[in-house]
């Protein structure tokens, strides 16, 4: 059984300052959102607490407003690098948090035991399979808020392609590693420069994590 005082108490006690800051992009940047017509969506849940906490954000920001929470991942071993450069990073954060993402029927449980299943979907399988066929399937479908947070080259470039577009303007694309892996800033750089995309790449100044792009 978790104690969920002494686990609030350790995370403020022991954190790094930089986590406080990544939380308070979150908030931050999702509230700027809230205004925007379309939903939730975000692509690589991993351990499950970024997406946890955009749905407690929506619970409290806007608890009679509509919108659906989506999550794509693979639900288990991280796939591997095909980038080179990615290659190395990669081994080195699944030293340091793991390679299995969390289970999609356990993550679904937590946010049912708290009252946060409703509007939420999980969409299991690699992203670079999955997010073609859902955009496909839901083109009436639009976004306020993506965050983006598979680190690696080829499931950011897909995510960029499939899902940019379905973006409302004046919504957030959040960019968990723009900054940290060097495929994930290309992918983005590419797919902008490709397409003739007016928007920067823009980050608030008390936080390393995520880069976001205001869509036009």
Known sequence: MID?????????????PSRIGKFLAHAKLYEMTVGVPGHFMEIGIFKGASFCRFRKLGRLLH???????LGFDVFGK???????ADRQLLEDMNKISGEDSIDDAELMKILADQGLDQNVELIKGDVRET????AKDHQEMTFACVNIDVDLYEPIRVAMEQIFPMVAPGGIIM???YEGFPGAKKAVDDYLRDNHRPERIEKLPFAFSPCHILKQ
């Open 4 to 16: 969920y005082f002494e686990a609030e108490n350790h995370f403020y006690l022991y954190s790094d």
């Open 63 to 69: 608890p009679d407003h509509y919108r659906m929470f």
């Open 78 to 84: 991280f796939p591997e690098a095909d980038y080179e």
């Open 131 to 134: 997010l073609p066929v859902y």
């Open 175 to 177: 960019l968990d590693d």
